[in-house]
């Protein structure tokens, strides 16, 4: 059974830094895409930024420069830097396996002086 868990989230003042931690469990995350999403209030939840089983990333335009998706094998883990945060960033952030159903429970990042 697949299991994520996602962890991190907080209050940050705008321009402060946060790194979300996504356990994995059930999957091996070397041979998996990765990705984290997030949805924040009343609007659809939008992809952030996904990590392949090759180690290619990608991001959305918002957050380019700023955030970083990262995975470490041995700790079947899947991490996203988050530097220079903004208000826009207040969302619960979500990691998932690849395109399929398996999502973890989320994680609220508030970003508010």
């Known amino acids: 059974q697949v299991q994520l868990v996602e962890s991190g989230g907080g209050l940050v003042q705008p321009g402060g830094s946060l790194r979300l931690s996504c356990a994995a469990s059930g999957i091996i995350v070397s041979i998996n895409n990765m990705g984290w999403y997030r949805r924040a209030p009343g609007k659809e939840r939008e992809l952030v930024a996904t990590?392949?089983?090759?180690?290619?990333?990608t991001y959305a335009d918002s957050v380019k420069g700023r955030f970083i998706i990262s995975r470490d094998n041995a700790r079947s883990a899947v991490y996203l830097q988050m530097n220079s945060l903004k208000p826009e960033d207040t969302a619960v952030y979500y990691c998932?396996?690849?395109?399929?159903?398996?999502w973890g429970q989320g994680t609220q990042v508030t970003v508010s002086s």
């Open positions: 990590i392949s089983s090759g180690g290619r990333t």
């Open positions: 998932r396996q690849g395109v399929s159903n398996n």
